[in-house]
Antibody
Framework: QLQLQEPGPGLVKPSETLSLTCTVSGGSISSRGYCWDWIRQPPGKGLQWIATICYTGNTYYNPSLKSRVAISVDTSMNHFSLKLSSVSVADTAVYFC????????????WGQGTLVTVSS | QSVLTQPPSVSAAPGQKVTISCSGSSSNIGNKLVSWYQQFPGTAPKLLIYENDKRPSGIPDRFSGSKSGTSATLGITGLQTGDEADYYCGTWDTSRNGVVFGGGTKLTVL
């Protein structure tokens, strides 16, 4: 059974870079036919898709975050990562990682999520 | 504002049926497949419906999905108090080259 886990730093200072890693267990991140995504949810608000990286190597980013975001995969560690630079209070959110099936574009499974608070 | 439009809240009595709408455009719902997620407070979203109307293993047939044109609908019959949650629709948007979600709908079972 595939599981994703994304422990986070908890607290990040404004203007710094947020770094998150999602570890995949119960399956290989190199498996053909899948994409690996980051989604976030500000407190009390809805879901916002951040970025994806697919088995083809293709990456796509939310246009509103594109200038500050980078997603990458480390197949040797079976994990994928997110870096969000120049964070502000508006980036405070629960960050989820998830596997996405391309073309059908649904997410399953999801990680449990990690709350990242941006504060000085 | 979310790219996909959902009602902020819906409510119905136990045992009744409720529908949740998700409205988009030709760059997303109109030409792409829709999925639905159920989220309880403090937990991760859970896949409820994929490819417009398919249920993953373990999801009861009380939950159904449909799509027509640029709108999609989630239906829940035989409402139970345990169905109280937030529900989100999602799909790919070709003009944004990314996934878009609805703003979420809070279901209250009175």
């Amino acid at each position: 059974q595939l599981q994703l886990q994304e422990p986070g730093p908890g607290l990040v200072k404004p203007s710094e870079t947020l770094s998150l890693t999602c570890t995949v267990s119960g399956g290989s991140i190199s498996s053909r036919g899948y994409c690996w995504d980051w989604i976030r949810q500000p407190p009390g608000k809805g879901l916002q898709w951040i970025a994806t990286i697919c088995y083809t190597g293709n990456t796509y980013y939310n246009p509103s975050l594109k200038s500050r975001v980078a997603i990458s995969v480390d197949t040797s560690m079976n994990h994928f990562s997110l870096k969000l630079s120049s964070v502000s209070v508006a980036d405070t959110a629960v960050y989820f990682c998830a596997r996405r099936i391309p073309y059908s574009d649904y997410f399953d499974p999801w990680g449990q999520g990690t709350l990242v608070t941006v504060s000085s | 504002q979310s790219v996909l439009t959902q009602p902020p809240s819906v409510s119905a009595a136990p045992g009744q049926k409720v529908t949740i709408s998700c409205s988009g455009s030709s760059s997303n719902i109109g030409n792409k497949l829709v999925s639905w997620y159920q989220q309880f407070p403090g937990t991760a979203p859970k896949l409820l419906i994929y490819e417009n109307d398919k249920r993953p293993s373990g999801i009861p047939d009380r939950f159904s999905g449909s799509k027509s044109g640029t709108s999609a609908t989630l239906g829940i019959t035989g409402l139970q108090t345990g169905d109280e949650a937030d529900y989100y629709c999602g799909t790919w948007d070709t003009s944004r080259n990314g996934v878009v979600f609805g703003g979420g709908t809070k279901l209250t079972v009175l």
